[in-house]
């Protein structure tokens, strides 16, 4: 199974190119952001703990260990252990070991790093309007720094995700959905 990992920080479009690579790769499973999943039953006015950051952790692990079992050719996953991190790097300093740990069980063989060149949209979940550029850096920074693949999803539209999906089709011909 090849294991794809979307992920880059909050509205740069990881969400809508996970679920349109899961319906343009061959035998694809899709694993939707847990996270919001989560908050959002919290609803508007919640303000989330290390608690809940754990428990959304600890689910995706969860989400993950079934989803890496499964028979499929290929799993996309919207947001990974790197959000995770970086999360909690962001609100509460350090890294969190358990966090650390998934990290390295739920390893990927791709990682598709989203820039956020698109426009910034107001959702209750969204906390950074104005730094989502220096998040960036440190995703990229942080996956280089594991040795992980990684490849950049940038423009807009139709065209971005077509670019990701052709660097995704020359690395796993055999993900190629036959017309």
Avoid at 1 to 7: G, P, Y
């Amino acid at each position: 199974m090849v294991r794809i990992a979307v992920t880059g920080p909050e509205c740069s479009g990881k969400s809508q190119l996970a679920k349109w690579l899961a319906d343009n790769l061959f035998d694809t499973r899709y694993l939707k952001e847990y996270a919001r999943e989560y908050l959002g039953k919290k609803g508007e006015d919640y303000k989330y703990t290390q608690e809940d950051v754990l428990k959304i952790a600890q689910t995706n692990a969860d989400n993950f260990n079934k989803a890496f079992r499964a028979n499929n050719d290929a799993l996309v996953v919207d947001t990974d252990f790197y959000v995770m991190d970086i999360w909690w790097e962001e609100h509460y300093g350090g890294h969190h070991p358990e966090i650390q740990e998934f990290k390295k069980v739920f390893d990927f063989d791709l990682y598709v790093l989203c820039e956020p060149d698109l426009p910034w949209e107001y959702d209750p979940l969204r906390e950074n309007p104005n730094d989502r550029y220096r998040l960036f850096e440190k995703y990229k920074e942080a996956i280089h720094k594991d040795h992980h693949t990684l490849i950049i999803a940038n423009g807009e539209g139709e065209e971005r995700m077509t670019k990701v999906l052709s660097k995704i089709l020359i690395r796993f011909p055999n993900l190629t959905i036959n017309e």
